[in-house]
């Protein structure tokens, strides 16, 4: 799978094909603390649907999307995993356009950084992106917004991203689409963002 999108400088593309038979994404946004990858998000899908979550095992914070439209958030606390905002959506294949899958922020500091789990080599990645230390450097704080996007979407998603997340307080560090493999008209548009550090007086 070659994800496709625009980036800064800041960024350090990574690219492994799984040998896995089973045809699916599996895509890892990390970050480099201290020498090692820290895994933020992970990205995935299957026959039931696409999902995306934080990478704390813990917990284990995501949201998925089913084929049929159902949408929720889960989360795990004290051995039970709950179901949070469960909605009713128009079915996965027939978004049109875009379609909000999750929305997270990271924190580059040592006690959040520790809690979560270092890369390693794996079968089961397709697609491993890493985001430099420079995007940490002036904010130490990263946002994703994650949506399912139609292919015929792509061009407008990509400007719209800029449109919406630039101005005097945001700005983009990437916009990415990651193709999918068994919805194929659909792709998982990632939009990383931060802000400004206001200037001094």
Known sequence: ??????????LLWLISLSLDADPVVRAIIATDFRGEL???VWLTEN???VSAGICESGPDPHATYHVDGRYHHKIRSKGRLLTLAPEKRVPLRSISTKAQLFGTAAFYT???????PVFRP?????????LGQ???SDIACASFNIYVVHRSHEAKFVSGAYSSYEDSSFMVVAVNLFRLHIFTDHQ???IIYKGKKSPRI
């Open 1 to 10: 799978m070659h994800p496709q999108g625009v980036c800064h400088d800041t």
């Open 38 to 40: 820290r895994k933020l």
């Open 47 to 49: 026959n039931t649907g």
């Open 110 to 116: 040592e006690a959040i950084m520790k809690r979560l």
């Open 122 to 130: 794996n079968r089961r990645v397709d697609a491993l992106m890493v």
């Open 134 to 136: 420079s995007v940490f």
């Open 188 to 190: 998982l548009g990632v």
